[in-house]
């Protein structure tokens, strides 16, 4: 009897640990492996301490740019808090109306969030403020002639070292070889043994070199239709900070402007000269990006034409004098910008540190568009002002203007008589 109680109670136990075993065996079955094949009636959905990690496989989420809501439109209808329609200045409690959905917006300011347009340094009598700052760059030129002609014994080797000094500032063979047989013959006849006279000798023979009966005004107003200009040049030189200045020169003469962003390859091109533009109010045309240069140049005169203006700046993309097919481009966009009428200046923009290797670049961009005027830009970082000569020199084409600095009004008409001033400095 009690060994039958024995084996009853052994039995009980056993099956309540299988009980407990299988139990807890499927409390903790394992999640199944769902592959691609998967059923499409599974439910996926991870559940609580599941795996919520995203799959490598499952498509990524895109990226949207929100444009920014444009300004409201003070003279368009508007629609108040009350849902009447109105027109006008905005009341207190008007509803700013929602930009399209579907459109990507620029933001823009509101003509009354605008800042003032700025008032520019008057044209005349720029370069002779600037003139400290130029001479300080050209001591190198001047006062190294006027040590050298002053002294006691002009020798050979004095000649020689005055024909070096002319070399090193650009001011080109040429032009040195003449340069150097003026002054041996004037101090043959008039000599020249102090400072002073030296001075009046070297002003006069430079006078003569760089020259001052050249017509250097710019061609920025003409009967019956806006002047059309077209800014070219080498990348790096600083065509679109040079259109930007030139269209604050315009505008401190009381000027209307049209800016024409014409490299469209450059990126943010049009938007710094559209920047340079609203500081002084002038209106911007440009097109898309990567788009046809020509066809923004058309757009930009046309604009001129409509609104009155009276000049249109075209500022084109650089481009090396080596590549035929942008120099092509070029000649394009000079052809089509003709079909409004004829393209008055041609300006090239040259990097006076370059030097001698400017003269390169100005001489194909001559045979392909017919410059008529050169913009130095970096005078001022620069002891080789002598590219001046040079480059008038060898192109026949006339400095018109030259920058002297990074602000805003740094850029200047040039002026011969105060430019070979301040390479000889202050007169004693």
Same mark, same amino acid.
């Given at each position: 009897?009690?060994?039958?109680?024995?084996?009853?109670?052994?039995?009980?136990?056993?099956?309540?640990?299988?009980?407990?075993?299988?139990? @807890?065996?499927?409390?903790?079955?394992?999640?199944?492996?769902?592959?691609?094949?998967?059923?499409?009636?599974?439910?996926?959905?991870?559940?609580?301490?599941?795996?919520?990690?995203?799959?490598?496989?499952?498509?990524?989420?895109?990226?949207?740019?929100?444009?920014?809501?444009?300004?409201?439109?003070?003279?368009?209808?508007?629609?108040?808090?009350?849902?009447?329609?109105?027109?006008?200045?905005?009341?207190?409690?008007?509803?700013?109306?929602?930009?399209?959905?579907?459109?990507?917006?620029?933001?823009?300011?509101?003509?009354?969030?605008?800042?003032?347009?700025?008032?520019?340094?008057?044209?005349?009598?720029?370069?002779?403020?600037?003139?400290?700052?130029?001479?300080? @760059?050209?001591?190198?030129?001047?006062?190294?002639?006027?040590?050298?002609?002053?002294?006691?014994?002009?020798?050979?080797?004095?000649?020689?070292?005055?024909?070096?000094?002319?070399?090193?500032?650009?001011?080109?063979?040429?032009?040195?070889?003449?340069?150097?047989?003026? !002054?041996?013959?004037?101090?043959?006849?008039?000599?020249?043994?102090?400072?002073?006279?030296?001075?009046?000798?070297?002003?006069?023979?430079?006078?003569?070199?760089?020259?001052?009966?050249?017509?250097? @005004?710019?061609?920025?107003?003409?009967?019956?239709?806006?002047?059309?200009?077209?800014?070219?040049?080498?990348?790096?030189?600083?065509?679109?900070?040079?259109?930007?200045?030139?269209?604050?020169?315009?505008?401190?003469?009381?000027?209307?402007?049209?800016?024409?962003?014409?490299?469209?390859?450059?990126?943010?091109?049009?938007?710094?000269?559209?920047?340079?533009?609203?500081?002084?109010?002038?209106?911007?045309?440009?097109?898309?990006?990567?788009?046809?240069?020509?066809?923004?140049?058309?757009?930009?005169?046309?604009?001129?034409?409509?609104?009155?203006?009276?000049?249109?700046?075209?500022?084109?993309?650089?481009?090396?004098?080596?590549?035929?097919?942008?120099?092509?481009?070029?000649?394009?966009? /000079?052809?089509?910008?003709? /079909?409004?009428?004829?393209?008055?200046?041609?300006?090239?923009?040259?990097?006076?540190?370059?030097?001698?290797?400017?003269?390169?670049?100005?001489?194909?961009?001559?045979?392909?568009?017919?410059?008529?005027?050169?913009?130095?830009?970096?005078?001022?970082?620069?002891?080789?002002?002598?590219?001046?000569?040079?480059?008038?020199?060898?192109?026949?084409?006339?400095? /018109?203007?030259?920058?002297?600095?990074?602000?805003?009004?740094?850029?200047?008409?040039?002026?011969?008589?105060?430019?070979?001033?301040? !390479? !000889?400095?202050?007169?004693?």
């Amino acid at each position: 009897m009690e060994l039958l109680i024995l084996i009853v109670v052994i039995a009980v136990v056993v099956l309540a640990t299988m009980g407990f075993v299988v139990g @807890s065996a499927v409390r903790r079955r394992p999640r199944r492996a769902v592959g691609r094949g998967g059923r499409p009636d599974t439910d996926l959905s991870p559940g609580v301490g599941d795996d919520v990690e995203v799959p490598r496989d499952s498509a990524t989420r895109t990226i949207d740019d929100v444009g920014l809501p444009a300004a409201p439109d003070v003279a368009s209808p508007r629609v108040a808090a009350t849902g009447a329609p109105t027109t006008g200045a905005p009341t207190t409690g008007d509803a700013a109306p929602a930009a399209p959905a579907d459109t990507n917006l620029a933001p823009t300011l509101a003509p009354q969030q605008r800042p003032p347009a700025e008032t520019p340094a008057p044209a005349a009598g720029r370069l002779v403020r600037l003139r400290l700052r130029l001479a300080r @760059s050209q001591n190198a030129l001047g006062r190294g002639l006027l040590t050298l002609l002053s002294g006691d014994n002009l020798d050979e080797e004095t000649w020689e070292d005055v024909e070096a000094t002319l070399l090193v500032a650009d001011v080109g063979v040429a032009a040195t070889s003449e340069l150097v047989a003026a !002054l041996r013959e004037r101090t043959k006849v008039l000599g020249a043994r102090t400072p002073a006279q030296a001075r009046v000798m070297l002003r006069d023979e430079l006078l003569a070199q760089v020259g001052t009966a050249t017509d250097r @005004s710019l061609r920025t107003s003409v009967p019956d239709r806006p002047a059309v200009v077209l800014v070219v040049g080498v990348n790096g030189t600083g065509k679109t900070t040079t259109c930007g200045k030139v269209a604050r020169l315009l505008v401190a003469e009381g000027r209307t402007v049209v800016l024409g962003a014409a490299d469209t390859f450059r990126a943010a091109a049009a938007d710094q000269l559209q920047t340079w533009g609203e500081r002084v109010g002038a209106v911007t045309v440009r097109g898309a990006e990567g788009g046809d240069p020509a066809s923004v140049a058309f757009d930009a005169v046309k604009q001129g034409i409509d609104s009155g203006a009276d000049t249109v700046l075209i500022d084109t993309a650089g481009r090396l004098h080596t590549k035929t097919g942008l120099m092509d481009e070029l000649v394009k966009i /000079k052809r089509v910008v003709g /079909k409004h009428g004829p393209v008055d200046e041609v300006l090239l923009v040259l990097d006076a540190t370059t030097g001698q290797n400017a003269l390169v670049q100005a001489r194909v961009f001559t045979e392909a568009v017919e410059l008529s005027g050169v913009v130095l830009t970096k005078l001022d970082g620069t002891a080789k002002g002598g590219i001046v000569i040079a480059v008038q020199r060898e192109l026949g084409v006339p400095v /018109k203007l030259i920058g002297l600095g990074e602000g805003p009004d740094d850029l200047a008409p040039f002026e011969p008589e105060v430019f070979v001033d301040a !390479l !000889l400095g202050e007169p004693v």
